[in-house]
């Protein structure tokens, strides 16, 4: 069964830092593209973060460049979204997916398999 499990969401002021984790089970992980969405109540979700299966090329909306590092341990089965200087905008639920294929991509309709999803809430 394949399983997808985000961790580390909580409350931060602006300017701070949080880590996210998604620790996978189930499949092969290293064949899979994974990425991090956000979706705020209300809203469509938004692509965030990808990276590819071998922790080569990423991908990040414009509005994280810069702050937000994606990465993965293959050997560990788990990714990372590392958020640095948060805004108050960065606050959602954020979760994680992956895509069976070597294309990185933040379009969700492509995605596969979703993990729950961990709240992000930053202060002002």
């Known amino acids: 069964e394949v399983q997808l499990q985000a961790s580390g969401g909580g409350l931060v002021q602006a300017g701070g830092s949080l880590r996210l984790s998604c620790e996978a089970s189930?499949?092969?992980?290293?064949?899979?593209?994974l990425a991090w969405f956000r979706q705020v109540a209300g809203k469509e979700r938004e692509g965030v973060a990808c990276?590819?299966?071998?922790?080569?090329?990423?991908l990040y909306t414009n509005a994280v460049k810069g702050r937000f590092t994606v990465s993965r341990n293959n050997a560990e089965n788990t990714a990372y979204l590392q958020m640095d200087d948060l805004k108050p905008e960065d606050s959602a639920v954020y979760y994680c997916?992956?895509?069976?294929?070597?294309?990185?991509?933040?379009?969700?309709?492509?995605?596969?398999?979703w993990g729950q999803g961990t709240l992000v809430t930053v202060s002002s």
């Open positions: 997916a992956i895509l069976p294929t070597l294309i990185i991509s933040l379009r969700p309709d492509r995605y596969t398999y």
């Open positions: 189930g499949f092969s992980f290293d064949d899979y593209v």
């Open positions: 990276v590819a299966h071998d922790d080569g090329s990423t």
